[in-house]
């Protein structure tokens, strides 16, 4: 874990510095930030493998959701989680549709949040494992991951990359079922409904099939998930 970096973007100094502490004696690479402005502009050239940040910075009340969007604009894949005083379920919402991958309310256990860090780490660590091919191919299909390039039958397919994780991980099962639970970790969010996953898969056939009407490769397992099945 001694390769990840950690931004921590806190104004209470205390709190601040003891989770950097944590931190940095798990053997991770911290930097600390005490408001927004000076977090942009440093994270927006060299972003870290992961952003905890409080909403509320010295009086700004959306702060932290500010500047998540705008690191979020730039870097879509980083990985933000948001720790605040702000408990409302709405709050949560807005967090978590922004783009976090997870929302502690105040007050809450630095072990707690260490370990949710933790294991946030070794998922985007195992989604990051270099592959041993340069593309992956089943059928009429391949996949160019480090291009975010698919190719259906030589034609391209535009996919967001939320899509283009979601298909690589139901091409790489092999006919095998994909429950709910296992696709909602591909959109990098902490807890992820039915219906946004299914949103998802239509949205990626309708992409598919505006190059081949015909495609009908991703089977719907009813209740259970998706495979692939070109």
Not at 121 to 130: D, G, I, Y
Not at 149 to 164: A, G, H, I, P, R
Request: charged share 30%.
């Amino acid at each position: 874990m001694n390769e990840h970096h950690i931004a921590i973007v806190e104004d209470d100094r205390d709190q601040r510095e003891n989770l950097a502490d944590a931190l940095r004696r798990r053997g991770m690479q911290v930097s600390v930030y005490e408001d927004a402005k000076s977090a942009l502009g440093e994270l927006t050239e060299m972003p870290p493998d992961l952003l905890i940040s409080d909403i509320i910075l010295q009086g700004d009340y959306d702060a932290g959701l500010n500047l998540c969007e705008a690191l979020l604009k730039t870097h879509p894949t980083l990985s933000v989680i948001f720790m605040t005083e702000r408990v409302e379920e709405v709050d949560q919402v807005v967090g978590l549709r922004l783009g976090a991958v997870d929302y502690l309310p105040k007050p809450f256990s630095i072990n707690v949040l260490i370990a949710k860090i933790s294991n946030h780490l070794k998922r985007l660590s195992l989604v990051n494992e270099p592959e041993d091919e340069e593309s992956l191919k089943s059928g009429d299909l391949e996949i160019r991951e480090a291009f975010n390039e698919v190719l259906w039958k030589s034609q391209s397919v535009s996919l967001t990359l939320t899509e283009l994780r979601m298909l690589v991980r139901i091409v790489k099962s092999k006919g095998r079922i994909l429950t709910f639970g296992q696709l909602s970790d591909e959109t990098r969010q902490s807890y992820v409904e039915t219906n946004t996953i299914n949103t998802h898969i239509k949205n990626i056939r309708k992409k598919f099939r505006k190059v081949d009407a015909q495609f009908n490769a991703i089977k719907s397992e009813y209740g259970a998930g998706y495979r692939w099945d070109p």
